[in-house]
């Protein structure tokens, strides 16, 4: 089967699994929600055989441009999620979650974003490619379901889904940080050095990476050090998504950058 | 001391980082470090005042700096003053003061051993030991204090973390002053001197590798390294793959053509009779004798390698890419001339008939070719071990701070000679699901002990 038909069936189980979440919230049966992790899981698994087969044709890694990066951001959105829902139980974050999905497939499927195979330019002919974009994405995918706790937590009603979610937000961290350190910061200095012959260029990508960074350093020393929980907690995770979001897209269209592939 | 205080401050930190941070932020809206020109059409009159605050080279401005100068030297105070407590936390003796704060654990479970404390002691270490808990005993009044505790290493995850900060920085200092970096053009066969190395690099070729589809697949030199005039290593650098010889690293960087000096050819000929066409190879500046058809001499005055007409309708090139290659031909019969025109290979029809010459010529500028320059970045980084072991202490501290979270099990012993009654009190600061299964599990086989 093709690529693009993989795609479109992962997306559309992906738009299954966010109805279903969605009907559970509203109906609450909190049952339903276990379909609607277990069709986001079929579409997780369609998927990972979408990018597979893209990476063999390619013949490169499935994140070079900016609809084989979306469609991976997407995959480890829900892998993150799926993971920490198998952990935690997150019911009621699903839904959110889900439809950020939809939104970045969507995105990834709209005609703007150019899905041919092109091969790689040689700055991108390196096995840091691998490390450095999927650990990174990977990274962001727990951010972003930190986003959604956060939000969630800023509408919620009650103590007890507050606690929840405020715990929610941090343990996504607890995985996302570290991840995206040494994905974003760590590798990316190496590759950087091993490409451009300098780890450090303060590129508009580089200081925007490290802008994130230090949001989301400041969520982990705000709330351990000074015990700030919840509220405050949540704005800090919710700016330090959108950092994480410009430093994805925005800097590519926005600002001049030695990164810029899209 | 006020100043030790003033910087072991976590909030001086927290203050810190958003200054850094919204410093970052106004780096990359402002362009960095280009002309004035530019900053005044982009800006205004607010140029002049980016330029005094340093906002337009933000990144080694004086006050940038000095605020990374501060958050270093908070990082180190904040890590010094906690490593104390810290160290004795995770490895300090048990006291007979422990007793007391077991009460206080959230994990607590009492239960009655047979023997007398000293006995009972020793079947709790032998239990705990097993589990790769480190164990510390105290003596009190009618029994024991144990302290138990494993992956303590995990309480200095942080502090692993911020000196691998401090590394980094560091690494970035001697980066700034004692690294090296320059460019070196060179035409294939030539030799140029390593700026602040006593050995030379030879170009011995450079290719540019095509996909069948059309994109650029590899910029390649060839590379050799001369000591005292003899290549002791040839190797080719590519982008990703750079040349490695005594702390230096030679990076693809650019390529170009030498446009100066191209080895031109042109077809000349009647517009009537094809059959009249002539080929003459010559370069620029250079007049040379034709056989006819019609004329005498041929001469080239100027090539540019993509033709675009600027300002007042002066000739240039737009790129150094041969996107639109035109050269400026000049025909003569005798001592008169006959043709003076601008001919391009990519529109070979554009030279027919052209210029203040008789309509009846043709000149076609079939080929050029000139010599590809590669650029090298040759660079020498000391500073770059330093970060790469900061990275080292970054990662690991990460690991630690996050996923191996210290546990602390406390008993205390208390009985006569029959029997010895211990009270055990768990401490772990995350993942306490798994830490009360343990513990419990550790209640549950002293229990059977019995």
Known sequence: ???????????????????????????????????????????????????????????????????????????????????LDLKFRLPKIGPSVMLIVVALMALASSPLMPKDVIPLVPALQSYWLWLHVSVTLIGEAFFAVAFV????YLTADTEEKREKLDSVSYRAVAVGFPLFTLGGLVFGMIWAYKAWGAYWSW????????????????????????????????????????????TYFGVNYLLTSLHSYR | MAVWKFFSSVKLAIFLIILLTLASVIGTLIPQGRSAEEYAARYGELAG????????????????????FLFAVNLTVCTVSRIGPKLR?????????????????????RLKLAGAPASAAARISKELSSRRYALKTAGRENGAVLLARKRRLGWFGSDAVHFGLLIILAGGIVSGLAGRRSHLALLEGQTADVPHADFRVRLDRFETEYYPEGGVKAWKSTVSVLEDGRPVLTEVVKVNHPLTYRGFHFYQSRYGWDWQNPKLEILVGKMDDPSSSRSVSLKTGERVPVDGPGITHLGVRRFVPDFVLGEGNRVQSRSGEPRNPAALVEAWQGEERVFAGWIFAKFPDFGDGHGDGRAALSFVLKDFQAAQYSVLEAARDPGANLIWVGCLFVTAGFFLAFYWTPREIRVVLEGGSGVTEATLGGFASKGRDAFRSEFEAVCESLRRVL
């Open chain 1, 1 to 83: 089967m093709t690529e693009s038909a993989l795609f479109t069936m992962a997306f559309v189980l992906y738009i299954l699994s966010t109805f279903v979440y969605f009907a559970s919230l509203f109906a609450r049966r909190v049952k339903w929600a276990g379909k609607g992790l277990a069709l986001a899981g079929v579409g997780l698994a369609l998927h990972t055989v979408a990018l597979v087969v893209r990476t063999v044709t390619s013949g490169h890694a499935p994140f070079t441009n900016m609809y084989e990066s979306l469609s991976f951001f997407a995959w480890a959105t829900v892998l993150a999620f799926a993971a």
């Open chain 1, 149 to 152: 706790a956060s939000l969630l």
């Open chain 1, 203 to 246: 590129d508009s990508k580089e200081v925007w990476s490290l802008i994130t960074w230090l949001v989301f350093a400041l969520y982990l020393h705000t709330r351990i050090v000074m015990g700030w929980k919840g509220r405050r907690s949540a704005v800090v995770a919710i700016i330090g998504f959108l950092a994480a979001m410009f």
């Open chain 2, 49 to 68: 005042l980016f330029v005094r605050l340093q906002l337009t080279d933000l990144y080694r401005s004086a006050w940038f700096l000095a605020l990374l």
């Open chain 2, 89 to 109: 936390r995770a490895f300090g003796p048990a006291s007979g003061t422990d007793a007391g704060s077991v009460a206080a654990t959230k994990l607590r479970n």
